[in-house]
């Protein structure tokens, strides 16, 4: 089993900055198998990058995705007010999916 | 556009069988190459993957779950379905429907709270 560890637990930062979350795996993962998501309370995931850096359909370019191997990044560039959000790496291998445990974005 | 909607019992009984029933609208659960999951999430937790099915009924699930899920499909319906055996309360959660695509889940369904108690 993939376990994905993502860091920092808890961001904080202002709008208007740059914001960098970083997603690591237990062991190597295809590019083309991880992806991001953001969720809001009380909402569903969004998905938001797919195949490591491909952006999802109608995700702002503010949001870029990076890595290979075991170490994956999710940039924001210039966070806007409703980016604030938890943030979630997942993996797919060997017929199963993981959740990294999630990235609180929060407003500084 | 493609939707989900999760529907189920909200309450269920410790050492009962949680079974909930995603709906497809707006498109054929057969058309393309798509499998469909299941995934819930504990109140104030992470995201967990139960298992996913393909419109032929081929499955994969968590093994931290395999002895005690079902996922199966009615493409007549277009929807396809949860069983959950014997459940205890660590199994209280929202749980979503969601399709994948790409290696990933492109559309979810807004989820349905189940609380075992």
């Known amino acids: 089993e993939v376990v994905l560890t993502q860091s920092p637990g808890t961001l904080s930062l202002s709008p208007g900055e740059r914001a960098t979350l970083s997603c690591r795996a237990s062991?190597?993962?295809?590019?083309?198998?991880l992806a991001w998501y953001q969720q809001k309370p009380g909402q569903a995931p969004r998905l938001l990058i797919y195949?490591?850096?491909s952006r999802a359909t109608g995700i702002p370019d503010r949001f870029s995705g990076s890595g290979s191997g075991t170490d994956f990044t999710l940039t924001i560039s210039r966070l806007e007010p409703e980016d604030f959000a938890m943030y979630y790496c997942q993996q797919f291998g060997s017929s199963q999916y993981s959740f990294g445990q999630g990235t609180k974005l929060e407003i500084k | 556009q493609v939707q989900l909607q999760e529907s189920g019992p909200g309450l269920v009984k410790p050492s009962q069988t949680l079974s909930l029933t995603c709906t497809v609208s707006g498109g054929s659960i057969s058309s393309g190459s798509y499998y469909w999951s299941w995934i819930r999430q504990p109140a104030g937790k992470g995201l967990e993957w139960i298992g996913r099915?393909?419109?032929?009924?081929?499955?994969n699930y968590n093994p931290s779950l395999k002895s005690r899920v079902t996922i199966s499909v009615d493409t007549s319906e277009n929807q396809f379905s949860l069983k959950l055996s014997s459940v205890t309360v660590a199994d209280t959660a929202v749980y979503y429907c969601?399709?994948?695509?790409?290696?990933?889940?492109?559309?979810w369904g807004q989820g349905t709270m189940v609380t075992v108690s």
């Open positions: 099915i393909y419109t032929s009924g081929s499955t």
């Open positions: 062991q190597s993962v295809s590019s083309s198998y």
């Open positions: 195949g490591a850096s």
């Open positions: 969601a399709r994948n695509w790409n290696y990933a889940f492109d559309i």
